[in-house]
């Protein structure tokens, strides 16, 4: 930790231990009633986007799993007494499950952009033992890119507290090397996944859009999809690279100019851009809650248990009126 960082942390005690309680039980209520429909009512139909969603809500049910252990430590004023192993793989199980849901995310976008432009040529040989050879890919390449975590996670020593962090202040000479391979990770795990999703999909609009053989139905289901997508990048993803990298950015430039690090001071704006970053992460793991929204968009029969109508019977009763 660069400087003394206390008076920007006071907003954790008092906020973080609810809003992973919240999430905790809304995400694990979701997921879980979402991965026994996708089981149970998809069983008959198992294609390459079934596959690829049980993977997403597998990889959620895994975090949340550590969110306990979260609430714990803030509830206690950020004091971590699970050990250093459980920090490592607290941070390593958060790292994976951040990209492992922007990867699938990306690999649905893909999938449904190649079965609207291309749908002989998917149903022909778009077959789900690809999904499964992409999702072990998945999860492969996501294990390989969190292992940096493992080494720079640690507990620290603050205020006879001990605090879980993803670098060790009293390791200055990782901050560099951690900082460089957050930005690998922002860029890699964010911007590119980012980049061929919003392709994928303003492919998929300009094919809904456009043909005359596509339903409204189909087109309502394509807007919903969108529509889920996009807030989970504008809540989840974006803001939390974003302030992270910022955040990192300024410790680093602090670390240069600064000599006595641990009695610095920080500024009120210092302290904000802290204050944004952990406000981010909270919101990233809020993505384990919105992808219900986006299993609901691409299966009825997920919308059908929650909402008690399909989008054709919802389109029928508009069409009616």
């Given amino acids: ?37 996708l089981v149970v009512r998809e069983r008959r139909n198992w294609h390459s986007g079934v596959v690829l969603s049980c ?11 550590t969110l306990p252990l979260l609430i714990v430590y ?6 971590w007494m699970f050990g250093q192993a459980a920090c490592k793989i607290e941070r390593f199980l958060f790292n994976c499950n951040l990209y492992v849901s922007i990867f699938f995310i990306m690999a649905i976008s893909v999938n449904r952009c190649i079965a609207l432009m291309f749908p002989f040529f998917t149903r022909s040989y778009v077959l789900p033992a690809h999904a499964k050879a992409a999702s072990v890919v998945i999860w492969v390449v996501v294990g390989v890119i969190s292992c940096p975590v493992l080494k720079f996670a640690t507990r620290n020593e603050s205020n006879n ?10 390791n200055p000479a990782d901050k560099i090397p951690h900082f460089n391979y957050k930005v690998f990770l922002a860029v890699f795990g964010c911007l590119v996944p980012f980049v061929v999703t919003f392709t994928s999909y303003c492919l998929v609009i300009s094919v809904v859009w456009k043909s005359v053989s596509i339903t409204t139905l189909e ?12 807030v989970l990048y504008a809540v989840s993803f974006v803001p939390y690279h974003v302030f992270q990298t910022w955040n990192l950015y300024l410790e680093m430039s602090e670390h240069k100019h600064t000599d006595n690090l641990r009695i610095h001071k920080p500024t009120d704006s210092r302290c904000w851009v ?17 992808h219900p929204v986006l299993y609901m968009a691409l299966f009825d029969s997920i919308r059908v248990a929650c909402c008690g109508k399909s989008l054709e019977e919802d389109f029928r009763a508009v069409a009616r009126e």
């Fill in 55 to 65: 993977n997403l809500a597998i990889s959620d049910l895994l975090y949340i799993l």
């Fill in 219 to 230: 087109k309502r289901k394509v807007a919903l999809l969108v529509g889920a997508v996009v």
């Fill in 161 to 170: 507290k001990t605090v879980c962090v993803s670098v060790g202040y009293q």
């Fill in 74 to 79: 803030y509830a206690e004023g950020k004091h």
């Fill in 1 to 37: 930790m660069v400087g003394n960082f206390n008076d920007c942390y006071w907003f954790q005690v008092d906020l973080l231990p609810w809003l992973y309680g919240v999430e905790f039980i809304v995400a694990l209520t979701g997921n879980l009633f979402a991965l026994w429909l």
């Fill in 274 to 290: 802290v204050y944004m970053y952990q406000v981010s992460k909270a919101l990233a793991t809020l993505n384990m809650c919105l």
